[in-house]
């Protein structure tokens, strides 16, 4: 893959990742009972505790503010390494669900592959920060 490519393939991994997790982070601060299933465990706090998934809503809106924030002022260096980091909360996240109990189908097939291609794209971010510092 030329470097042209692999800057284009990171820059819409990036915009892509960073508007969908931004949307659940909106979606977890406006309907938080409402979206609270999707994320894959087995029980949610009741209404009055909805304050839980709100802080999980900033969250996500926060981790995916930063990687564009970067993106845009051209720090690929740094947007690799935070994507590289940010990458262990849907690990995480994938973790809790396995170990709660919660859904494997969720555990797996949302979190830990966000995960993955959010660490895919912090690899390709930083490939692309050595590329542009050798020529």
Known sequence: MTSKKVRIAADVLTWLGALMIGYVGISYLFLP???APSFGLPAWPSPEAAGFLNVKGLRDLATGLIPLALLLTGQRRALGWSQMIISLVPFGD???????????????????LTAVVVLVTGIL????????QNR
Do not use: D
Not at 125 to 132: P, T, Y
């Open 33 to 35: 009972l409402e979206t």
């Open 94 to 112: 994938a973790a809790v669900i396995l170990a709660r109990g919660g859904s494997t189908a969720a555990a797996l097939g949302i979190h830990a």
């Open 125 to 132: 971010q930083l490939r692309i920060s050595v590329i542009s």
